[in-house]
């Protein structure tokens, strides 16, 4: 089992930028895929982006390319989400979350079986 703990969110103006972080511990070699999703009140939780522990490829959602990265510091068993130009639909909380199986095309939040608690990111206008 992966213990994930998100980092990192806060209040910001749209157009601005946020990193945030997901720390691993636990069973992390067995997780071949990390992902970040996203949940706005009253709407389903949705892929952002995700990426592998030992090749670093990466997969973003069409709403965030070109604005969102993701990242990792395996070395710190740590995942980032660094967010520039955050639009006010951008309002969500965000929770990271890891794949003992599957590729970087995992988008759906039923392929991951390790979650963290959230972290809210709120983008005001």
């Known amino acids: 089992q992966v213990q994930l703990v998100e980092s990192g969110g806060g209040l910001v103006q749209a157009g601005g930028s946020l990193r945030l972080s997901c720390a691993a511990s636990g069973r992390t070699f067995s997780s071949s895929v990390m992902g970040w999703f996203r949940q706005a009140p009253g709407k389903e939780r949705e892929f952002v982006a995700a990426?592998?522990?030992?090749?670093?490829?990466?997969n973003h959602a069409d709403s965030v390319k070109g604005r969102f990265t993701i990242s990792r510091d395996n070395a710190k068993n740590t995942v980032y989400l660094q967010m520039n130009g955050l639009k006010p639909e951008d309002t969500a909380a965000y929770y990271c979350?890891?794949?003992?199986?599957?590729?970087?095309?995992?988008?759906?939040?039923?392929?991951?079986?390790?979650w963290g608690q959230g972290t809210q990111v709120t983008v005001s206008s």
């Open positions: 990426i592998t522990w030992s090749g670093g490829i990466t």
């Open positions: 979350a890891a794949a003992s199986r599957g590729s970087y095309r995992a988008i759906l939040p039923s392929q991951y079986n390790s």
